[in-house]
Nanobody, 127 residues
Framework: QVQLVESGGGLVQAGGSLRLSCAAS????????MGWFRQAPGKEREFVAA???????????DSAKGRFTISGISGDNAKTTVYLQMNNLKPEDTAVYYC?????????????????WGQGTQVTVSS
């Protein structure tokens, strides 16, 4: 059973940094895409960043480019960790951030292609 547990959220002032972590377990994720999404109150869940272990490809939303970095470790022992380093945070980055795993061999920024989700971690950026 796939399990995703996010951590690292919190309250930070504008211009500050946070590092989110997602501990994934339940299978070997080397053939999967993993991503970060976020959802602000009253808004739809939106793509932030994704990483594909095979080849090390990464993708970012325009709002995240130059400020956020996705990285991680995919282990053969079915223990994988994904990070989202967020720098120069802005009040509009305030949201619940979710870690997600896409269906096998899918490379996508669409939330509909992601089959597994964590419970989310709150990020609040004050002005």
């Amino acid at each position: 059973q796939v399990q995703l547990v996010e951590s690292g959220g919190g309250l930070v002032q504008a211009g500050g940094s946070l590092r989110l972590s997602c501990a994934a377990s339940g299978r070997t994720f080397s053939s999967y895409t993993m991503g970060w999404f976020r959802q602000a109150p009253g808004k739809e869940r939106e793509f932030v960043a994704a990483i594909r272990w095979s080849g090390g490809s990464t993708s970012y939303a325009d709002s995240a480019k130059g400020r956020f970095t996705i990285s991680g470790i995919s282990g053969d022992n079915a223990k994988t960790t994904v990070y989202l380093q967020m720098n120069n945070l802005k009040p509009e980055d305030t949201a619940v951030y979710y870690c997600a795993v896409a269906a096998k061999l899918v490379w996508s920024s669409s939330r509909y292609e992601y089959a597994y989700w964590g419970q989310g971690t709150q990020v609040t950026v004050s002005s």
